[in-house]
């Protein structure tokens, strides 16, 4: 863990920003906080599978948590979009 130090802070940062802005904007719809999520998901996972395919042993746990985060990403930015077009629908009509 020495020396994969710098993925750990990234990734508390990125955690630690994402509660953050969720708490200053509480106006913000909730397609940005998707959108938000899945950005993070997406980053959180690539870091836990670079973590993981680094690591010599025990890489399977972290190379399953990547993935899972990065299909959670990959679902949660096409959904703000539709979350947005039905904002905008319901604003239309």
Do not use: E, H, N, Q
């Amino acid at each position: 863990m020495a020396r994969s130090w710098g993925i750990w802070v990234v990734r508390g940062i990125a955690s630690i920003l994402f509660g953050v802005l969720t708490f200053v904007w509480p106006g913000v719809s909730i397609a940005a906080i998707v959108l938000m999520f899945g950005v993070y998901a997406f980053a959180d996972g690539a870091l836990l599978l670079s973590f993981g395919l680094r690591l010599g042993r025990r890489k399977a746990p972290y190379v399953v948590r990547g993935l899972l985060s990065i299909a959670a990403g990959l679902r949660g930015v096409p959904a703000s979009r539709s979350l947005l077009g039905a904002i905008d629908l319901g604003r239309c009509g």
